[in-house]
């Protein structure tokens, strides 16, 4: 199994405590809801390489991702599981690179906060299953840079463990910068049993805290645009089981 995931009530639990601690921390570290993350525009030439084919995506229009791709012929209303494939983090081989100065612990953290956040904000109206099959959306997804690069080896994306909370939450309370201002993303959705593609993203955030300080981000900034696409992707995707495919109720 490539992905540990929340399966059980053990689990559940730690989940929930997790969570509570590290909301405990935003409010601590001032981290409200006036605090947001922004969109931030990007352009082809920031593509990473992770979707390796981007002909089918459009430039998103209003409150869409960067680049999109939609399938609306697929059958959207049978989809009720979510297999989380994982998260990659994908780096240039630059010596200016934010993820190549990053520690190994770091970088695997940051892919488990992306792989945590997807959980989180989908699992209230779909079964996390461990396996692809029919009836099941499979997300892959990359933390990438804004330029081609490679995928970072010996990184499997999880749920955030119990063991590193406290440790997590303390970074968020004083700041600690992750030395990745600008968080972009890229992702893959499939059908779980024919492999259609069904949808495609690449998007950017930064928080305001990051925006003022020239992108010198936060782990809270970080944080908060995860939370923001998971959370986004749960509604889009209810979205498009009914048919709609605009994002005017975004």
Partial sequence: MKTNLITNLTGRSAARWLAGVIAAALLVGGLTACRTTKQYSESPKDFSGFLGDYSLLRKGTGKEANYIYINTLANWSKYTKVYIEGVDLWKSDEPDSPFGK???????????????????????DFQIVDKPGPDTIVIHGAVTEARKSKPVLNLISSVVPMGIALSYAKQIVTGSGTGV?????????????TGEILCEAVDARAGTKALRTK?????GDVKLAFDWWSQRLAVRVELFKQGDFSADKL
């Fill in 215 to 219: 992108f010198n981000s936060t782990w």
């Fill in 102 to 124: 990053m520690s190994p612990e770091n970088q695997q953290l940051l892919v488990n906060l992306y792989h945590t956040a997807l959980v989180d904000g989908l699992e209230k």
């Fill in 181 to 193: 201002g600008l968080v972009m993303v890229e992702a893959k959705f499939t059908d779980g049993g």
